[in-house]
């Protein structure tokens, strides 16, 4: 059998990266139809259909991605497939808020399992002077994912809110049918079993903080049980650090950390996808519930901005050589807090459509297509070859955690307005707060301005 021509994996990979980060966010459209099917639910309630899967794929995305590099890439990927493929179904076929939020988590195994293993193949199949291009191409993928899920979102809900779950079904097969003929087994990592239990601090210090943050406007920010949430985040980051420093096979090398460009990039990212994650779940939210519009109208309406993400991230990519990734990226944050700064200011309880939403949309989809993928580039062409699948993993937690973290704080900004009012003002803050997170992204990115040079692989040792 002749060698698979690297386009091909590009090909194959992104059909994973679509699966998992378009159900990360193809949630936010069916919130309303989620609270009809489920009863009076709270938006704090709905909330952990999407933490639960963001903090599990946070958590288990490194150890899996050690996992793939010590036993089989494409073995990890297509496992993860499946699993995903298998939760999906146990998704659609939910009858509580309970069931669903148990079968978002074994979800959220399955695309820890192809995440970091997706961009591990990928990394193999290219030669050096052709990576940063592919990533590019990689990243973009992902971020027209995530922002074009409330789009396929706002479609299907329109049949039912379980086809947004029965639509991965044919995809899954496909991608597993196609995967297993055609992409290659890159050699095995020999080294230690993953720290399994670092993982578990791990999730637990990301859920007592989401915890935290979401339920603290009912509960009070002063309350005993918001402190303890806090003050349990606190306490399992540190013992997390101090375990990943002292573990023969920790879930995070701190070596990874002390390489300037892949340390700042996973920052930017973190702060960044925080931003994100709570723009896109607001806009949908809003449009349905301020502005009483449909999931499909919403989807539609919401188009352009997508459709800007792919054709800034790949174009950008001529331009990042030229200006630099930390300049290309905090110029991108900029633009997106822009973008959101323009609702806080011209959506009002009328539906405004061409000069409230539109704008902002644009503007956003500007943002994610120069940022995301010039940070997930700029952090992979750090990594060396032993390291693709675990590098890519920490790369892609970074996200998920800020994905986590933007949705906690969304909430607890908006609360539990009462009237069109309250809730039009509780809006406008939480736009604020998603350009002041972008700006703080910003400059996090400025950081790497000074060293927009191709980094040099970092030897860490196996």
Known sequence: MQPTRPGVVLAIVCVGVVLATT????????????????????????????????????????????????????????????????????????????????ARVLQAGGAALMIPCSLGLLLAAYPPERRAGAVRIWAAMSGLAAAIGPVAGGLLVTVDWRWIFLVNLPVGIGALVVGWQLLPSPPRVPEPLPDLLGSVVLMLAIGALT?????????????????????????????????????????????????????????????????????????????????????????????????????FAIGAGRVGHRVGAGTLATVGCLVYAAGASTWALAVGLDAEYVTAML??????????????????????????????????????????????????????????????????????????????????AALSSLLLVRRDDAPEPVNVPS
């Open 23 to 102: 159900d990360l966010f193809i949630v936010n459209i069916a919130f309303p139809a989620l609270e009809r099917a489920f009863g009076d639910t709270s938006l704090s309630a709905l909330s952990w259909v999407l933490n639960a899967y963001a903090i599990v794929f946070a958590a288990l995305l490194v150890p899996a991605g050690r996992l793939a590099d010590r036993a089989s890439r494409k073995g990890g990927f297509l496992l993860g497939v499946a699993v995903f493929t298998g939760a999906s179904a146990l998704c659609a076929a939910a009858t509580s808020v309970e069931l669903l939020v148990a």
């Open 211 to 311: 915890l935290g943050l979401v339920e603290a406007p009912e509960w009070g920010w002063g309350a005993t049980r918001t402190l303890i949430a806090f003050a349990a985040a606190a306490l399992l980051t540190v013992a997390f650090v101090l375990r990943s420093a002292r573990h023969r096979s920790p879930v995070v090398e701190l070596s990874l950390l002390r390489v300037r460009p892949f340390a700042v990039s996973i920052l930017a990212m973190l702060v960044f996808s925080a931003s994100f994650a709570a723009m896109l779940l607001s806009i949908v939210v809003w449009a349905q519930t301020g502005w009483g519009w449909s999931a499909l109208k919403t989807g539609i309406a919401f188009l352009p901005g997508p459709l800007m993400v792919p054709l």
């Open 359 to 440: 704008p902002g949309a644009l503007l956003t989809g500007v943002g994610v297509g120069l940022v995301l993928p010039t940070l997930t580039a700029t952090a992979a062409a750090s990594l060396p070859a032993h390291r693709f699948a675990t590098g890519s993993a920490v790369i892609n937690m970074s996200r998920q955690i800020g994905y986590t973290l933007g949705v906690g704080i969304l909430v607890a900004v908006l609360g539990t307005p009462r009237t069109g009012v309250d809730r039009l003002n509780a809006f406008r803050h939480g736009w604020i707060v998603i350009a002041a997170i972008a700006v703080l």
